[in-house]
């Protein structure tokens, strides 16, 4: 309806490039794959850096180690584009920084079942599992993360642990998310399986258990400490002081979406795809001239990915300011989304938070508007920054009773191969089959280093 679709290769193109592909995956390996077909668009430094910090490379069949990690709108990982942590100051629209935006007080939610939650999965660990994984409050650790399933993480492996050790795992991951954000979570782990066995298994990166867990600082009611969940299409960073909590920057995605795992039918961000598309739909003529981009949304458009913690970020599209009180609260409740990932009562204080910035708030969208198109679209604040990024699947073959509409059309677009383009290195259309996410705390909030920051300062 609004906004120009994709236009995909001609197959003539489509098997050039194939060739061409799998000429560099045999020359170069995946990075150099990676940063011809444009999922890295930062520097070519990014894929090799992560190449050479242990990322594995991608195997005879083509499997995803080094697909787009969303920095910068792609790459293998942080790279050479990770910020240390004393140099983070966060997203900004110029460089800089929106000064107090964020406080130290208290926000009445209790923190205590976290806290024991965190302390009893720590205890649970040997000694030397525990080494692995604590690290002080300012470690560079926290801008460590990549969503690429290949990227060589630090801390303890869920499928390397007990069964015991995992719930306790997943004991604290209930403490800190609301039970939508848990059932997110689990869900994107199981597709990353479901993912890996329909690309014939064997790859430990694509199994439920290739997640991990870090923790800066000691688990404390009153003193800042916080913990990492990260593996393929998650990373999940939760700082905590008192009873304040910031949980990001946040990444979810899944690659597909749909999949019936262990018997079980999954299907994922139906709720950030539905509310996305009310909040557009609800804007009028004018108001859309003002939200829509006359450019198409692309493979890849995220923004604020890995890598991206000081990014300079101009607002753009639709100021809030002038919608009705209807259209503020689609817009309210789109965030909501992504914000009640989160406990229930930590989101309702962010939430809180983002509507008192409601004005100076504005909506983006790239893209098309039916129910089953791939689009992208972003809601920017001093206080939050969303991003909602529909790509072409890059690994999943699909199937009639999984694929979406997109993504069948876009098998029949690659001559009936795979939404992808056959190699699996994207290059296909996009569609709602393979979807990326994030949430960030701008001007200084993400890691709660803004709250970190005034602690030691007024503490110390």
């Avoid at 720590?122 to 599992?129: F, K």
């Amino acid at each position: 309806m609004y906004g120009h679709g994709h236009t995909p290769r001609t197959p003539e193109a489509e098997r050039s490039r194939r060739w061409f592909m799998n000429k560099a995956l045999l020359a170069g390996g995946v990075a150099a794959v990676a940063t011809m077909t444009g999922c890295s668009s930062g520097s070519s430094d990014t894929a090799s850096s992560a190449s050479s910090s242990g990322a594995p490379g991608g195997g005879p069949s083509g499997m995803p180690s080094g697909g787009p990690g969303g920095g910068g709108g792609g790459g293998m990982g942080p790279g050479a584009e990770q910020v240390k942590y004393a140099d983070v100051v966060g997203v900004t629209t110029d460089g800089k920084v929106v000064e107090d935006l964020y406080t130290i007080h208290s926000t009445d939610v209790s923190t205590d079942a976290l806290v024991k939650a965190a302390q009893a999965f720590l205890d649970g660990l040997s000694a030397t599992e525990r080494k692995s994984c604590v690290f002080d409050i300012d470690a560079d650790e926290w801008t460590a993360w990549s969503n690429v399933d290949g990227y060589d993480r630090k801390g303890v492996r869920m499928g390397d642990m007990t069964t015991k050790k995992q719930n306790l795992g997943y004991a604290l991951l209930g403490e800190a998310l609301s039970a939508d954000g848990l059932t997110q979570t689990r869900g994107i782990m199981k597709l990353n399986a479901f993912l890996g066995d329909s690309n014939g298994g064997n790859q430990k990166t694509l199994t439920e258990g290739h997640y991990f867990f870090t923790f800066m600082g000691t688990p404390s009611t009153t003193k800042p400490w916080g913990f990492q969940y990260e593996g393929h299409h998650v990373a999940i960073n939760y700082f905590v002081l008192g009873d304040q909590v910031v949980m990001t920057p946040t990444f979810m995605g899944s690659e597909p979406t749909t999949g019936t795992y262990k018997g079980e039918k999954i299907t994922l961000f139906k709720p950030e795809t539905t509310a996305g598309l009310a909040m557009i739909r609800s804007l009028t003529a004018a108001q859309l001239k003002k939200a829509v981009s006359s450019q198409s949304n692309g493979n890849e458009d995220m923004k604020a990915g890995a890598g991206q913690d000081n990014l300079k970020l101009a607002y753009e599209g639709l100021q809030c300011s002038g919608l009705t009180s209807a259209q503020k609260q689609k817009l309210l409740d789109l965030a909501g989304v992504y914000i009640g990932y989160m406990s229930e009562g930590h989101a309702a204080v962010k939430l809180a938070e983002v509507e008192k910035h409601l004005d100076d708030t504005y909506f983006y969208w790239m893209g098309e508007t039916e129910d089953d198109s791939a689009f992208y679209y972003r809601i920017h604040s001093p206080v939050v920054l969303i991003e909602y990024d529909a790509q072409a699947p890059l690994f999943y073959k699909g199937d009639t009773s999984t694929a979406s509409a997109s993504a069948s059309a876009s098998a029949s677009s690659n001559g009936g191969g795979p939404p992808g383009g056959g190699m699996g290195m994207g290059g296909g259309t996009p569609s709602q089959e393979h979807i990326h996410t994030i949430i960030r705390t701008p001007n200084g909030g993400d890691y709660g280093v803004d709250l970190l920051k005034l602690h030691l300062e007024n503490d110390h």
